[in-house]
């Protein structure tokens, strides 16, 4: 089975940056789909950005020219770098491999406070 772990989260003032990590085992991200979801308190989980094996991205429209996301085959690993961050871009962040079956990390707490 895939596991995913992420890393990276953490509390920042707004308008700071953070990358978050996201790394599989024992299997290849090669063919997955990936994506990043967002869930605040009390909201539903929310797709954020995701990439697919030809890396064509996607991103929802709050975070559209503030966050990238990238993917590194060979390290196994998909990357979402956030910048210029919001207080409305806190919450705990997860990571996401779809082919056939949906695989989720255990998520990380991104804080955007000051």
């Known amino acids: 089975q895939l596991q995913l772990v992420e890393s990276g989260g953490g509390l920042v003032q707004p308008g700071g940056s953070l990358r978050l990590s996201c790394t599989a085992s024992p299997f290849t991200l090669e063919w997955y789909y990936i994506g990043w979801f967002h869930q605040a308190p009390g909201k539903e989980r929310e797709l954020v950005t995701a990439i697919g094996s030809g890396g064509n991205t996607y991103y929802t429209d709050s975070v559209k020219g503030r966050f990238t996301i990238s993917r590194d085959d060979a390290k196994n690993t998909v990357y979402l770098q956030m910048n210029s961050l919001k207080p409305e871009d806190t919450a705990v962040y997860y990571c996401?491999?779809?082919?056939?079956?949906?695989?989720w990390g255990q998520g990380t707490q991104v804080t955007v406070s000051s």
């Open positions: 996401n491999a779809r082919r056939l079956v949906d695989y």
